[in-house]
């Protein structure tokens, strides 16, 4: 070993030792000064040069740096083999995991072996066991999961000093991360690298995989809702068609025929449906797997619940800055569902406005409500024509709580009036999808547009407004628009749902409709001034348009229909796992100042066993986390009962033991390149493997690396020695100074 001293700051010495030099010069010149004898000076000066140069010293942050050479302590190599599900899918005719075996038999242990070095052999997936050359053969590919972070760890404690090196057969899929922080400092306390081979290709296998189906949590009785089926399809080539089928109770109820296509991509398919009574149903989509060569189908059955009752009134709040023809034809397009009831608040002059299908004498007389008690009945708040004068920014603040924590949903419809650059910065801009542009274009220059849908709406419930072979043709035969209001982008997670078919803003073509989360509610946008023309077009039928209206209205609103809310926090919902769960009460229409009251939370299974039942209090704005374990793959069903055990709200939540493996089938190089690189190893690709002699030497280069020059650092002086030698100076200096009545 050798050793030799350095300064962290050499610049604290270099100043500190001339400084120390002219403080004893002085403090030696002003003894003598005051008389005293030559040997005296020279004791204190003496004293108080060793503290100056202890502490010049210290001010460099000195510290010692040694390089160890070590020889290797034990002549052994763990070889991790990979045997999870992932590792048996078929690439030319051959398992990955059969590639795996046949490259350890072939290359690796004999190279070892020529190496002289024993080799341990650990089977891995979600946990690690110990094998021999028969067992490794004998070994399925049926893990449900890759914890490559437990294999290391395993490898590295499996004795009393750690192995040469950890050789790994894999291809990198390595789906549970919990244990990662732990083996990643086990390695670089070893100092042992890590050696990964990867198995299989770099864009990953055919997959289909039906992710999960999708339904509202209620639905009325006699109105049309989705159930929706989201699937997944990767590197597909020529994958051929194949069905699906819907199921209610257990019964078959529909199925269709899906052409999948060519290339990767997510998509939903829908199903629409409509219950007559009220009641709970379980609904289940099977995905039948086509008959093709080298596909592999993850998941091919979900379920959803929805309980069909008779939701509370829907009272839609239409605000208007002066008259349109839309309020006239969205009135027109309600007609048709009772539990929708439009209120219409229209200004007519700066000091009056008119009030229509309100329900009593007294109601937004005043105008625009001011309260969040005025606004509570109603659900949903559309807004048109109106400019940020119209609003008082107190107004626009009970507005914003309306929807945040209320759970309404607010809509601005219009043309270039509604959309004024005006409203930038304003609290109601924060509130909705996009950004204002600050200019709306020259008024009166605007041609006939068409509304183009993007995929991603054409697959939303809102806007399935026909049957699923018409209704891409239904917004294929929108006529043409005339006015439409410029916003310049949509904001980070909103959903952009229609553009212009040319006009180009700063970030692409302009957005004409959007919506996003915001709080416990929904935001939107329509930013055309004539969209009632939909509804006079020849070409169009007039309930495709009253459907939209309606449909939207409901998603706009679907929060708050419950008196209490239950949401699903953000987590891996898989079996044998804690289900996070936030449960708010929301405000009655009358009082949103409700005091606490208790509510039973009650979970149950698919066969409605109680799981879980306790009991929480709740009040308006104070939402509450709670959890249930989830022990078995089920549908279960989070209940909220009131004082009286009645119903008050319910959700269903599908708990799957998701296979991890195929959520992404390609090799996976990148983390075990990491790996490497932490330890000082190595990651190749198992084509990349030449030969039992060229793999040997890469091998042997890695171990004796992390072997050689181990640089330690150790701070000098900061020791007792030295603090010890520090204080007596210090001490003695004050015991002569007293003698010799010194100051």
Same mark, same amino acid.
């Given at each position: 070993?050798?050793?030799?001293?350095?300064? =962290?700051?050499?610049?604290?010495? !270099?100043?500190?030792?001339?400084?120390?030099?002219?403080?004893?010069?002085?403090?030696?010149?002003?003894?003598?000064?005051?008389?005293?004898?030559?040997?005296?000076?020279?004791?204190?000066?003496?004293?108080?040069?060793?503290?100056?140069?202890?502490?010049?010293?210290?001010?460099?942050?000195?510290?010692?740096?040694?390089?160890?050479?070590?020889?290797?302590?034990?002549?052994?190599?763990?070889?991790?083999?990979?045997?999870?599900?992932?590792?048996?899918?078929?690439?030319?005719?051959?398992?990955?995991?059969?590639?795996?075996?046949?490259?350890?038999?072939?290359?690796?242990?004999?190279?070892?072996? @020529?190496?002289?070095?024993?080799?341990?052999?650990?089977?891995?997936?979600?946990?690690? !066991?110990?094998?021999?050359?028969?067992?490794?053969?004998?070994?399925?590919?049926?893990?449900?999961?890759?914890?490559?972070?437990?294999?290391?760890?395993?490898?590295?404690?499996?004795?009393?000093?750690?192995?040469?090196?950890?050789?790994?057969?894999?291809?990198?899929?390595?789906?549970?991360?919990?244990?990662?922080?732990?083996?990643?400092?086990?390695?670089?306390?070893?100092?042992?690298?890590?050696?990964?081979?990867?198995?299989? %290709?770099?864009?990953?296998?055919?997959?289909?995989?039906?992710?999960?189906?999708?339904? #509202?949590?209620?639905?009325? #009785?006699?109105?049309?809702?989705?159930?929706?089926?989201?699937?997944?399809?990767?590197?597909?080539?020529?994958?051929?068609?194949?069905?699906?089928?819907?199921?209610?109770?257990?019964?078959?109820?529909?199925?269709?025929?899906?052409?999948?296509?060519?290339?990767?991509?997510?998509?939903?398919?829908?199903?629409?449906?409509?219950?007559?009574?009220?009641?709970?149903?379980?609904?289940?989509?099977?995905?039948?797997?086509?008959?093709?060569?080298?596909?592999? *189908?993850?998941?091919?059955?979900?379920?959803?619940?929805?309980?069909?009752?008779?939701?509370?009134?829907?009272?839609?709040?239409?605000?208007?800055?002066?008259?349109?023809?839309?309020?006239?034809?969205?009135?027109?397009?309600?007609?048709?569902?009772?539990?929708?009831?439009?209120?219409?608040?229209?200004?007519?002059?700066?000091?009056?406005?008119?009030?229509?299908?309100?329900?009593? @004498?007294?109601?937004?007389?005043?105008?625009?409500?001011?309260?969040?008690?005025?606004?509570?009945?109603?659900?949903?708040?559309?807004?048109?024509?109106?400019?940020? %004068?119209?609003?008082?920014?107190?107004?626009?603040?009970?507005?914003?709580?309306?929807?945040?924590?209320?759970?309404?949903?607010?809509?601005?419809?219009?043309?270039?009036?509604?959309?004024?650059? %005006?409203?930038?910065?304003?609290?109601?801009?924060?509130?909705?999808?996009?950004v204002f542009a600050s200019s709306r274009g020259v008024v009166g220059l605007d041609r006939p547009f068409h509304l183009q849908l993007t995929d991603e709406a054409l697959q939303h419930p809102v806007f399935q407004v026909a049957d699923a072979s018409g209704n891409r043709a239904a917004w294929d035969r929108l006529p043409t628009f005339t006015e439409y209001g410029r916003v310049d982008a949509a904001k980070p997670g909103a959903q952009v749902w229609a553009f212009h078919q040319d006009d180009m803003g700063p970030n692409g073509r302009r957005i004409l409709m959007a919506s996003q989360r915001y709080g416990a509610g929904l935001s939107a946008v329509l930013c055309v001034q004539n969209f009632w023309r939909w509804r006079l077009a020849k070409e169009s039928d007039p309930q495709t348009f009253d459907r939209f209206w309606r449909q939207l209205f409901r998603y706009l609103s679907e929060s708050s229909r419950q008196d209490v809310a239950i949401h699903f926090a953000d987590q891996e919902l898989r079996p044998q796992a804690d289900i996070r769960l936030v449960v708010e009460k929301q405000p009655a229409p009358k009082n949103v100042t409700e005091p606490r009251q208790n509510f039973v939370v009650l979970v149950e299974d698919g066969q409605g066993k109680k799981v879980q039942e306790q009991t929480l209090e709740l009040s308006v704005g104070r939402p509450v986390e709670t959890s249930f374990r989830a022990e078995k793959e089920d549908m279960y069903t989070v209940k909220v009962l009131d004082a009286h055990r009645v119903l008050?709200?319910?959700?269903?939540?599908?708990?799957?033991?998701?296979?991890?493996?195929?959520?992404?089938?390609?090799?996976?190089?990148?983390?075990?390149?990491?790996? @490497?690189?932490?330890?000082? =190893?190595?990651?190749?690709?198992?084509?990349?493997?030449?030969?039992?002699?060229?793999?040997?030497?890469?091998?042997?280069?890695?171990?004796? !690396?992390?072997?050689?020059?181990?640089?330690?650092?150790?701070?000098?002086?900061?020791?007792?020695?030295?603090?010890?030698?520090?204080?007596? *100076?210090?001490?003695?200096?004050?015991?002569?100074?007293?003698?010799?009545?010194?100051?």
């Amino acid at each position: 070993m050798t050793a030799h001293l350095v300064f =962290g700051f050499p610049l604290g010495w !270099q100043i500190g030792l001339p400084i120390a030099g002219a403080l004893l010069v002085t403090m030696a010149w002003s003894l003598r000064r005051d008389g005293l004898g030559w040997w005296r000076v020279a004791a204190l000066t003496g004293l108080r040069s060793v503290t100056l140069l202890i502490l010049a010293f210290l001010a460099g942050r000195p510290t010692w740096v040694s390089h160890e050479v070590e020889a290797p302590n034990k002549n052994s190599v763990v070889l991790l083999m990979d045997h999870s599900e992932s590792m048996s899918l078929e690439e030319d005719h051959q398992t990955r995991y059969a590639r795996a075996v046949k490259l350890a038999r072939e290359q690796v242990l004999p190279a070892l072996k @020529a190496a002289g070095w024993q080799t341990d052999v650990l089977l891995f997936a979600e946990d690690v !066991q110990a094998a021999d050359g028969a067992q490794l053969v004998a070994a399925k590919p049926d893990g449900r999961r890759t914890n490559l972070a437990r294999a290391i760890t395993r490898a590295l404690s499996a004795s009393a000093q750690p192995p040469l090196a950890i050789i790994a057969l894999t291809d990198g899929a390595a789906n549970e991360p919990s244990e990662n922080s732990r083996a990643v400092a086990a390695l670089v306390d070893a100092h042992t690298p890590f050696i990964g081979i990867g198995f299989g %290709s770099d864009t990953g296998v055919q997959t289909l995989t039906l992710r999960q189906a999708e339904g #509202p949590p209620t639905a009325p #009785p006699r109105q049309q809702f989705n159930i929706g089926a989201r699937l997944e399809v990767v590197n597909a080539e020529d994958l051929p068609a194949f069905d699906l089928l819907l199921m209610r109770d257990g019964q078959l109820l529909k199925h269709k025929t899906i052409t999948a296509g060519k290339g990767s991509r997510s998509w939903v398919e829908n199903f629409p449906l409509t219950e007559e009574a009220e009641g709970t149903h379980q609904y289940a989509v099977q995905l039948m797997p086509p008959v093709a060569h080298g596909l592999t *189908c993850v998941e091919t059955l979900a379920t959803t619940t929805v309980r069909i009752t008779n939701e509370k009134e829907l009272r839609v709040l239409y605000v208007q800055g002066a008259l349109t023809w839309d309020y006239k034809f969205i009135n027109l397009a309600l007609h048709g569902d009772p539990m929708v009831k439009l209120t219409g608040l229209i200004r007519t002059s700066a000091h009056s406005v008119f009030r229509q299908n309100v329900e009593s @004498a007294g109601e937004l007389l005043g105008g625009f409500p001011s309260t969040l008690e005025e606004m509570a009945p109603f659900r949903v708040v559309v807004l048109s024509n109106l400019r940020p %004068s119209d609003l008082t920014p107190a107004q626009q603040e009970v507005l914003a709580r309306f929807c945040s924590e209320l759970g309404g949903g607010v809509m601005m419809i219009g043309g270039a009036a509604t959309f004024d650059s %005006s409203w930038q910065g304003t609290r109601l801009e924060q509130l909705l999808p996009v950004v204002f542009a600050s200019s709306r274009g020259v008024v009166g220059l605007d041609r006939p547009f068409h509304l183009q849908l993007t995929d991603e709406a054409l697959q939303h419930p809102v806007f399935q407004v026909a049957d699923a072979s018409g209704n891409r043709a239904a917004w294929d035969r929108l006529p043409t628009f005339t006015e439409y209001g410029r916003v310049d982008a949509a904001k980070p997670g909103a959903q952009v749902w229609a553009f212009h078919q040319d006009d180009m803003g700063p970030n692409g073509r302009r957005i004409l409709m959007a919506s996003q989360r915001y709080g416990a509610g929904l935001s939107a946008v329509l930013c055309v001034q004539n969209f009632w023309r939909w509804r006079l077009a020849k070409e169009s039928d007039p309930q495709t348009f009253d459907r939209f209206w309606r449909q939207l209205f409901r998603y706009l609103s679907e929060s708050s229909r419950q008196d209490v809310a239950i949401h699903f926090a953000d987590q891996e919902l898989r079996p044998q796992a804690d289900i996070r769960l936030v449960v708010e009460k929301q405000p009655a229409p009358k009082n949103v100042t409700e005091p606490r009251q208790n509510f039973v939370v009650l979970v149950e299974d698919g066969q409605g066993k109680k799981v879980q039942e306790q009991t929480l209090e709740l009040s308006v704005g104070r939402p509450v986390e709670t959890s249930f374990r989830a022990e078995k793959e089920d549908m279960y069903t989070v209940k909220v009962l009131d004082a009286h055990r009645v119903l008050i709200a319910s959700r269903s939540i599908q708990i799957r033991d998701v296979n991890m493996e195929f959520q992404d089938t390609a090799r996976n190089m990148e983390q075990l390149q990491q790996w @490497a690189s932490i330890s000082g =190893g190595l990651a190749l690709r198992a084509e990349d493997c030449h030969g039992t002699g060229d793999l040997l030497s890469q091998i042997k280069e890695r171990v004796e !690396q992390s072997h050689h020059d181990r640089l330690t650092r150790k701070p000098a002086g900061v020791n007792g020695g030295a603090l010890g030698l520090l204080l007596g *100076c210090l001490s003695v200096e004050y015991v002569l100074r007293k003698q010799w009545s010194l100051p």
